[in-house]
T-cell receptor, first 109, second 110 residues
Framework: GIQVEQSPPDLILQEGANSTLRCNFSDSVNNLQWFHQNPWGQLINLFYIPSGTKQNGRLSATTVATERYSLLYISSSQTTDSGVYFCAVNAGNNRKLIWGLGTSLAVNP | ETGVTQTPRHLVMGMTNKKSLKCEQHLGHNAMYWYKQSAKKPLELMFVYSLEERVENNSVPSRFSPECPNSSHLFLHLHTLQPEDSALYLC?????????FGPGTRLTVL
């Protein structure tokens, strides 16, 4: 089955810094989602991005499907950005999401 | 209420108890999901209900029993759980492939 790898596993930033999170997947996918899990466990949808580039405020994402990776950019990080960032993919006609292990981000004031 | 809601948010139960988790989606979606999230492990899909079918992960023990009475409501019935079942249980819904999650129920089995 498809493997999803995220890097780095852990990241510590000073408030105001920029960062790039990476998601590699081992086969073709139909769908890719980025989520932020806050300290209370809520999974928040960031991007639905099977290909191309999208931006939402300080966050943007790029998926290069032909090279099997996606990047999540966080600019001018804030303490509220802390939490775990997950990448998840679908393949074929299957509704099942395959998840990475996440990147744990801590933004210090 | 908007989005996907889950109740209760926290649950502590003994191994001999029977309890149920409830999920409701207000998005008009046609599929609903139960996930289990344990520490240091990927999210584990437990069950999917959609217009087309019910799909279950064959590794889920029979002490977890799902019920989906309609497209907006999903339950997870729990009985004779084990301490290793302590985890965050997340419900999600989707219309196509993009899934939206509820806040989760944090379950502790004593």
């Amino acid at each position: 089955g498809i493997q999803v790898e995220q890097s780095p596993p852990d990241l510590i930033l000073q408030e105001g810094a920029n960062s790039t999170l990476r998601c590699n997947f081992s086969d073709s996918v139909n769908n890719l989602q980025w989520f932020h899990q806050n300290p209370w466990g809520q999974l928040i949808n960031l991007f639905y991005i099977p290909s191309g580039t999208k931006q939402n405020g300080r966050l943007s994402a790029t998926t290069v499907a032909t090279e099997r990776y996606s990047l999540l950019y966080i600019s001018s990080s804030q303490t509220t950005d802390s939490g775990v960032y997950f990448c998840a993919v679908n393949a074929g006609n299957n509704r099942k999401l395959i998840w990475g292990l996440g990147t744990s981000l801590a933004v210090n004031p | 209420e908007t989005g996907v809601t889950q109740t209760p948010r926290h649950l502590v139960m003994g191994m001999t108890n029977k309890k149920s988790l409830k999920c409701e989606q207000h998005l008009g979606h046609n599929a609903m999901y139960w996930y289990k999230q344990s520490a240091k492990k990927p999210l584990e899909l437990m069950f999917v209900y959609s217009l087309e079918e019910r799909v279950e992960n064959n590794s889920v023990p029979s002490r977890f029993s799902p019920e989906c009475p309609n497209s907006s409501h999903l339950f997870l019935h729990l009985h004779t759980l084990q301490p290793e079942d302590s985890a965050l249980y997340l419900c999600a819904s989707s219309q196509d492939y993009e899934q939206f999650f509820g806040p989760g129920t944090r379950l502790t089995v004593l």
